[in-house]
Structure formats: structure tokens, C-alpha cells
């Protein structure tokens, strides 16, 4: 296991496209968390699943940005008639499911969503 | 609402020096975690250095320490015998609940050799 995987890693798009990201956590993480990263800020929570069930959602996902995780495994962010605002990063983690609060989340390399 | 915040956008160091990259947080609960990430130019973000507020004793881990102060509400990083390879972005996080983390807005440190 190579660690958390994005795909792709830059993807370049026309205003009004819709697009779609893929994940691959790490392999028995029960935890998988999307943030979106702005040039020169810090990661944004969007969403996070445990297992197969997204469990919390940010005001930050409005409802052209859907989320899933089929048999808790691979995740996909899709985006609907992305609009320049769109631009960023988007971050991928998982972490395990432990008993205590330990949270250490590893961070997957990205995919860079320019809308032009 | 929990929020990190990073009051140095940017910090540099000579090399083999050491440095202190500063970060303060607003939350009501008791038992949270404390992290610092890194995240080179271009690469993935990797964790480095975790602290559990029930813990009184500063982490360390290797040439990399904090000062927690809990009751300020400071989490500081600090780092010893700067190093090329420490050239990065440095964000402040907080997580409680075992779930997201909330960022700071990150502090770029330059190392000058």
C-alpha cells in the first residue's frame, strides 16, 4: 500500500463542465475525509465519510458538489456546472477507526481543478 | 465554532538555526488533538507532530517540539537545527471527535542555507 491515492492530478476544465475526482484511501481506513485547499490557505472540511456513510457535510458543499463512497472503499467528488470559484485543491485523507480520539489523517497529493 | 488561527504567514531561518511558528486556537471542549502538518512545494501533506490536550508533557519528535499551553490556548512548534529539507508550508490543526480536522491558514518557513 502506497499510501492515499488522487486521480487525477490536475484537471483542467470549462466553466459549466461538470467533473469528477476519484480517491483510493489508504486500505482498511474506515475514515475518508474531502478538503478543499484555496492558493495560499489552509485545507477546508467538505465532507467525511465513515465507511460507506457520509456523516457530515460543510455549509462549504453546496448542492452542485456530491459526494460517495461505494462499499466503503474508493470515493468520488463530482462537480456540476463548475464555476471559476471552483478553482483549488482538493484534498483526500483517511484514517483508521480507533477507539480513542486519535485522528492522525493521511493526506493523499491532490487534484488541482483549474476552471477556466 | 473551533478555529485555528496562524499569525505568521511567513517565517525564515538560517540553516542549523532554530525557529518557533506560533498558533492559537478557540474551542470549548476539553479533550481535543493538537497537530502541526507540513506540505513541501508540489507534495502531499505529512504529519508532524501530534499532541493530546489531556497530555501536560510537550511532544517532541526529534528535532521537532511544541509548547502547549492549554489554558492560553497556544500551540507553538519548534523547530531545532533547521534543516534544507524543513523548507515547507506549516499548518496549525485541530481535531476533536475523531473527525475533521480545522486548519489554521499556514505559515511558509524558508530555510537560508
Known amino acids: ?116 | 465554532a473551533q478555529t485555528v488561527t496562524q499569525s505568521q504567514p511567513e517565517m525564515s531561518v538560517q540553516e542549523a538555526e532554530t525557529v518557533t511558528l506560533s498558533c492559537t486556537y478557540d474551542t470549548s471542549e476539553s479533550d481535543y488533538y493538537l497537530f502541526w502538518y507540513k506540505q513541501p512545494p508540489s507534495r502531499q501533506m505529512i504529519l508532524v507532530i501530534r499532541q493530546e490536550a489531556y497530555k501536560q508533557q510537550n511532544a517532541t519528535e526529534n528535532r521537532f517540539s511544541v509548547n502547549f499551553q492549554k489554558a492560553a490556548k497556544s500551540f507553538s512548534l519548534k523547530i531545532s537545527d533547521s534543516q534544507l529539507g524543513d523548507a515547507a508550508m506549516y499548518f496549525c490543526a485541530y481535531s476533536w471527535g475523531a473527525q475533521k480536522l480545522v486548519f489554521g491558514q499556514g505559515t511558509r518557513l524558508t530555510i537560508n542555507p
Open chain 1, 1 to 116: 500500500d502506497t499510501g492515499v491515492s488522487q486521480d487525477p492530478r490536475h484537471k483542467i476544465t470549462k466553466r459549466g463542465q461538470n467533473v469528477t475526482f476519484r480517491c483510493d484511501p489508504i486500505s482498511e481506513h474506515n475514515r475518508l475525509y474531502w478538503y478543499r485547499q484555496t492558493l495560499g490557505q489552509g485545507p477546508e472540511f467538505l465532507t467525511y465519510f465513515q465507511n460507506e456513510a457520509q456523516l457530515e457535510k460543510s455549509r462549504l458543499l453546496s448542492d452542485r458538489f456530491s459526494a460517495e463512497r461505494p462499499k466503503g472503499s474508493f470515493s468520488t467528488l463530482e462537480i456540476q456546472r463548475t464555476e471559476q470559484g471552483d478553482s483549488a485543491m482538493y484534498l483526500c485523507a483517511s484514517s483508521p477507526l480507533t477507539s480513542g480520539l486519535n485522528t492522525e489523517a493521511f493526506f493523499g497529493q491532490g487534484t488541482r481543478l483549474t476552471v477556466v
